[in-house]
C-alpha cells in the first residue's frame, strides 16, 4: 500500500504537467475570438477600402447604398464573391476574385453586421437537402432567369443574372436571403432552411451533372439547345435524304 501511495505522489507531478500541456495546446489551437476586436478591425478595413462609397458608418452616398440592417449575410455574400468593392458604382457587380483575405472578410462581415440588423449568414447544408425537391423548388423559383442548367441568363435594363457555376452553398443561401441585384428576397417565410438546402444541392449537382454521353453543347438549356437542333439538324437531314435520292436515281 505505502509503495502505490509513493508512486502515485511521484506520478502525479508529472501527470498534472502533460494535463497543463494538453490544455495549453488546446487552448492556442483555438483561441477565443474577440468579437468587438473583430468589428473594430473591421471599421478599419472599412474606412479604407468602403467609405468612400456607404460613407463612414455605412449610411450611404451618393454613390453607394445604405448597409445599415443589410446584415451579415449580404456583406458575406458581396465580399466572398468579389462583387464588392465596385470601381464602376453604376456598373452590375459580377463575380470575380475576393479583393480582400478570409480573414479580413471576417472583420468587415462583422463591422457591416453591427450596424444594425439583418439576415445573418446561413448554415447550408447540402447533405440535409433533398435533390428531386430541389430541382423541383430551382424550376419554380431561379429557373426563370438563372436558366434550368444554372449558366444564368439576360434581364431587363441591360442586367443579367449570373451564372451559378461557381457559387458555394453558403453563397446560394447568403442570395436567396438577401436577394442581391434585380434577384427576390426569399425569406424563411417563403423558403424554410430545409429548401434553401434542397435548392443548393440541386444547384451543386449542376454544377457537376450526370453525363449520360453524347454531345451536351456545353449544357446551354433546353430552349437554345432545341434551337441548335432546328438550326443544324433539319438542313443535315436533308442534305442525307436528297444524297440518297441522287444515289438511288443513278442506280435506275
Known amino acids: ?52 462609397c456607404h460613407g463612414a458608418q ?42 480582400f483575405r478570409p480573414a479580413e472578410i471576417d472583420a468587415l462581415v462583422a463591422f457591416v453586421a453591427s450596424l444594425g440588423h439583418g439576415p445573418p449568414i446561413p448554415d447550408v ?17 431561379c429557373a426563370a432567369c438563372h436558366s434550368s442548367t444554372g449558366v444564368g441568363g439576360a434581364l431587363s435594363y441591360g442586367s443579367d443574372a449570373p451564372s451559378l457555376k461557381a457559387a458555394t452553398p453558403q453563397q446560394m443561401g447568403e442570395a436567396m436571403r438577401t436577394g442581391p441585384g434585380q434577384m427576390p428576397v426569399f425569406g424563411p417565410d417563403t423558403l424554410s432552411a430545409r429548401q434553401v ?37 433539319i438542313p443535315l437531314l436533308l442534305f442525307v435524304t436528297t444524297r440518297i435520292e441522287e444515289s438511288h436515281e443513278r442506280l435506275h
Open 125 to 141: 447544408d447540402i447533405a440535409a437537402g433533398n435533390l428531386s425537391r430541389g430541382g423541383t423548388l430551382f424550376r419554380f423559383n
Open 58 to 99: 455605412g449610411r450611404g452616398t451618393d454613390q453607394g447604398p445604405i448597409l445599415t440592417n443589410v446584415g451579415a449575410a449580404a456583406a458575406s455574400f458581396q465580399l466572398t464573391t468579389g462583387r464588392m468593392p465596385l470601381t464602376d458604382p453604376g456598373a452590375q457587380p459580377v463575380r470575380k476574385p475576393p479583393a
Open 197 to 233: 438546402d434542397s435548392i443548393a444541392r440541386y444547384v451543386t449537382y449542376l454544377q457537376n451533372p450526370d453525363d449520360p454521353g453524347g454531345f451536351s453543347l456545353g449544357r446551354i438549356g433546353p430552349i437554345t439547345e432545341g434551337m441548335v437542333a432546328l438550326l443544324v439538324g
Open 1 to 52: 500500500m505505502r509503495r502505490l501511495v509513493v508512486v502515485l505522489l511521484v506520478a502525479a507531478p508529472t501527470v498534472l504537467v502533460f494535463a497543463g500541456m494538453a490544455a495549453g495546446t488546446k487552448s492556442s489551437a483555438a483561441p477565443a475570438v474577440d468579437h468587438d476586436a473583430l468589428v473594430e478591425r473591421g471599421r478599419e478595413l472599412f474606412l479604407t477600402a468602403c467609405s468612400s
